[in-house]
């Protein structure tokens, strides 16, 4: 029966015997199926109302009324865009989560896709006075999903200026060697304490609560970046000190670098 799913393990002991386990995640299949279709349709039946109730906010927000009340719309606003973008993250992690692997591989010239996360990055950055350093290898790109890569690095952006106090430092970089390809985004912001880096990539795991939910992420940032990896056949590596910075690796696997073709 081609619904039952069995998962198997085999160990060996000495030269000869082998144990063969299998075991039936049927149910298991079923149930994670059930869960992500839930987020799904959850996400999408929220979207409706909530572009209602920005509309209007936005109408309200044009008249002249008492300061109070504009205070509270305010408020509204900033809350109802926050919900906007929590929706828009939580259907892209079940869009992500619906298969192990992306669909068609495009090559991506990924010179040009980093240098549009760095100008977005620089315009998120301005006030802060971050400033940008780009270490991009000349030589190779990278196939794989645009949209995807680019909602992955956008994140880890998104985070180094958040993470980071004014006038911080952060440095994109692009290389490739034979272990394959890697971005990374380094800053010199608060840093992690080495018991939460494990768990980071949890949906809606955050160290400081308070600080992250003011700062305007959803808590979905890693998870989405994790699962852009694994579709990939990639991983993300995290290396962090506190108090001196942060570097988030996305690291691709070889056959999917290649050289960059030059017009002749
Ligand atoms: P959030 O929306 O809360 O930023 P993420 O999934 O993007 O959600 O990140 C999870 C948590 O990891 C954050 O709440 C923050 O505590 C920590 N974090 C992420 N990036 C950095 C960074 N560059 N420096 C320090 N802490 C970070």
Redesign the pocket.
């Known amino acids: 029966n081609s619904d039952i799913r069995l998962q198997y393990q085999i160990s060996t002991f000495g030269d000869q015997d082998r144990l063969l386990v299998a075991r039936d995640i049927t149910r298991l299949v079923r149930l994670e199926q059930t869960r992500q279709d839930f987020v799904a349709n959850a996400s999408h039946e929220l979207r409706t109302p909530l572009t209602v109730i920005r509309g209007y906010l936005e109408t309200f927000l044009d008249q002249e009324l008492p300061r109070p009340l504009m205070r509270g719309l305010n408020q509204m606003q900033q809350q109802a865009r926050r919900m906007e973008s929590l929706v828009t993250d939580l259907l892209l992690l079940s869009r992500l989560e619906a298969s192990q692997h992306i669909s068609d591989e495009h090559p991506i010239l990924i010179h040009a896709l980093i240098r549009q996360i760095h100008e977005d990055g620089e315009a998120l950055a301005t006030e802060r006075g971050h400033r940008f350093v780009l270490d991009i290898d000349p030589e190779y790109d990278l196939l794989g999903q645009e949209n995807e890569l680019q909602s992955a690095f956008s994140?880890l952006v998104f985070?180094?200026v958040?993470?980071?106090p004014d006038n911080g430092t952060i440095t994109l970089r692009w290389w490739a060697d034979t272990q394959g390809g890697h971005f990374s985004v380094t800053?010199d912001?608060?840093?992690?304490e080495p018991m939460?880096i494990p768990r980071?990539?949890e949906r809606f795991?955050?160290?400081?609560e308070s600080?992250?939910?003011a700062?305007g992420?959803?808590?979905?940032?890693?998870?989405i970046v994790k699962h852009v990896l694994v579709r990939h056949d990639g991983h993300l590596s995290i290396e962090?000190v506190p108090g001196e910075g942060?570097t988030?690796t996305c690291h691709f696997p070889p056959d999917m670098v290649v050289p960059v073709r030059r017009a002749e």
């Open positions: 994140n985070n180094a958040r993470y980071t800053d912001g608060i840093g992690i939460h980071l990539t795991y955050r160290i400081d600080r992250s939910s700062s992420g959803t808590g979905l940032g890693l998870a962090s942060s988030f």
